[in-house]
C-alpha cells in the first residue's frame, strides 16, 4: 500500500519550453502532496506544499510563476516549469500521504522525475 | 525554525557488521516525528523508520533500530548485521506538517 507514482521518469526539453510532471498517488487519497527538489549528492529541498482544491504553498525563494502547482483531485498532484532554463535542470520528487488510517505525518515518496534543460 | 544536521557525510560498514548514523536535531515543539529514509542508487525514497517524540520506547524495524534521546535531540540509526543491499544514501527528517531533512549520510557496505 501507499504507493506513489511519477510521469514521467526522465524528460529533455529545450530550453524556453514549459515541461508538466505528473504526481499519483495509486492506492490512497492524498489531501495534500509535497515537491521537492534534489541536487546531486544533497539533500531534497521543499518547493511546495500542494492542497487539494486550493492554492500551493511555496517555501521562501521559490519563484511560484515559475513551477505552478496544481492538485486537482485527490490522487493527481502536477508540477509545471515554465519557460525552463538549464539551471531547472534537476530531479524532482514528489510525496503524498498519509493515507487514511496510516502513518500520521507519515509521507510517501514517489520516484522523481530526472529533468534536463538544454 | 526546525534544523536536522547529519554530521556523518560518509561511513562504511563491513557485511555482517553493526553501524550506527547520527543525527541531531533543533526544535521548540514538544509533539513530533521523526524519520529515517533511505535512498539507494534508484533514487526512490524509501521509509525505514519512524519515532514519534511523545514514545519513550525506541522504534525498531528488523535489522533497523534507533536510539532516541529526546532531551540531547538526538537520533541515531542502527543498522545490524548490514547487507550489501543497505548501500544507499540516508537521510534523517523531522516531522511535523511538513518535513525537514539533513543533509544525508552515504552507507558503504563492504564484502
Known amino acids: 500500500g501507499a504507493v506513489v507514482s511519477q510521469h514521467p521518469s526522465w524528460v529533455i526539453c529545450k530550453s524556453g519550453t514549459s515541461v508538466k510532471i505528473e504526481c499519483r498517488s495509486l492506492?490512497?487519497?492524498?489531501?495534500?502532496m509535497f515537491w521537492y527538489r534534489q541536487f546531486p549528492k544533497q539533500s531534497l529541498m521543499l518547493m511546495a506544499t500542494?492542497?487539494?482544491?486550493?492554492?500551493?504553498?511555496?517555501e521562501q525563494g521559490v519563484e511560484k510563476d515559475k513551477f505552478l502547482i496544481n492538485h486537482a483531485s485527490l490522487t493527481l498532484s502536477t508540477l509545471t516549469v515554465t519557460s525552463a532554463h538549464p539551471e531547472d535542470s534537476s530531479f524532482y520528487i514528489c510525496s503524498a500521504g498519509p493515507p487514511s488510517g496510516g502513518l500520521t505525518d507519515t509521507q510517501y515518496f514517489g520516484p522523481g522525475t530526472r529533468l534536463t534543460v538544454l | 525554525a526546525q534544523t536536522v544536521t547529519q554530521s556523518q557525510p560518509e561511513m562504511s560498514v563491513q557485511e555482517a557488521e553493526t553501524v550506527t548514523l547520527s543525527c541531531t536535531y533543533d526544535?521548540?515543539?514538544?509533539?513530533?516525528?521523526l524519520f529515517w529514509y533511505k535512498q539507494p542508487p534508484s533514487r526512490q525514497m524509501i521509509l525505514v523508520i519512524r519515532q514519534e517524540a511523545y514514545k519513550q520506547q525506541n522504534a525498531t524495524e528488523n535489522r533497523f533500530s534507533v536510539n532516541f534521546q529526546k532531551a540531547a535531540k538526538s537520533f541515531s540509526l542502527k543498522i545490524s548485521d548490514s547487507q550489501l543491499g543497505d548501500a544507499a544514501m540516508y537521510f534523517c527528517a523531522y516531522g511535523g506538517n511538513k518535513l525537514v531533512f539533513g543533509a544525508g549520510t552515504i552507507l558503504r557496505v563492504k564484502s
Open positions: 500542494s492542497n487539494e482544491g486550493s492554492k500551493a504553498t511555496y
Open positions: 526544535t521548540s515543539e514538544s509533539d513530533y516525528y
Open positions: 492506492d490512497f487519497q492524498a489531501t495534500t
